[in-house]
Structure formats: structure tokens, C-alpha cells
């Protein structure tokens, strides 16, 4: 059994920054695969970045270059730093846990665990 939790959204001007962290706990949760999703009002849910067991890290196109995922394990969290925001970043954000093989990664239905999500709001 996996529990995540997030925290650090917040409301932030065009072109500020947050960093998002995810805790959590778990005997075995150093071996799944980690991501982040968000989902803005009327939209599905996307990808945002994800970082394998083996810190293999990957991105949508959306937010790259613009952010960084990092995981912990001894601190049992996982981070996403997001600079350069906009307000299409306006989102409600959710670490999720995986098993699945890495070519996975970008799929939600993959993820068997999930946090209960931290608002972002961006203003211009």
C-alpha cells in the first residue's frame, strides 16, 4: 500500500515559480514509478512529468524545459519545481504511483495510487 500527499500550490504570478512536493509512505514505494498530473477546470486530466524507480525522468512538452522532477528517497518525497508559469498552468495537481514499465509513464489508468491533489492558480 502506497499513501501520497501533496503540497505547495499556492497562487503565483505570470512567470513565477512553486514547487510542488509529494510524501510518501509506504514500505516498497522506493521501487514504483512516480508521476505528476494535473487537470484544469473542463479538461481531462494530463501528464505533466514522471520519474522512474531508477530516477529516469520525463516530461510533456508543455511544461519542459520550464521543469524539474526529483525524487527523494530518503525523504520519501518526490518534487516538481515549475518556473516560468502561465496561466494555462492553472491547474489542480496530483502525484501518482505506478508499477508499470516506463513507456507507461504518460498514461493515468497505469497509476494505482494517488494523492488527493494541490491547486495551482496562476494570474496574468
Known amino acids: 500500500q502506497v499513501q501520497l500527499e501533496e503540497s505547495g500550490g499556492g497562487l503565483v504570478q505570470l512567470g513565477g515559480s512553486l514547487r510542488l512536493s509529494c510524501s510518501i509512505s509506504?514500505?516498497?514505494?522506493?521501487?514504483?514509478?512516480v508521476g505528476w498530473f494535473r487537470q484544469a477546470p473542463g479538461k481531462e486530466r494530463e501528464f505533466v512529468a514522471g520519474?522512474?524507480?531508477?530516477?529516469?525522468?520525463t516530461y510533456a512538452d508543455s511544461v519542459k524545459g520550464r521543469s524539474t522532477i526529483s525524487r527523494d528517497n530518503g525523504a520519501d518525497a518526490v518534487f516538481l519545481q515549475m518556473n516560468s508559469l502561465k496561466p494555462e498552468d492553472t491547474a489542480v495537481y496530483y502525484c501518482?504511483?505506478?508499477?508499470?514499465?516506463?513507456?507507461?509513464?504518460?498514461?493515468?489508468?497505469?497509476?494505482?495510487?494517488w494523492g488527493q491533489g494541490t491547486q495551482v492558480t496562476v494570474s496574468s
Open positions: 501518482a504511483a505506478s508499477i508499470s514499465n516506463e513507456d507507461r509513464m504518460r498514461r493515468g489508468d497505469t497509476y494505482g495510487y
Open positions: 509506504g514500505r516498497t514505494w522506493s521501487l514504483y514509478n
Open positions: 520519474v522512474t524507480y531508477n530516477y529516469k525522468t
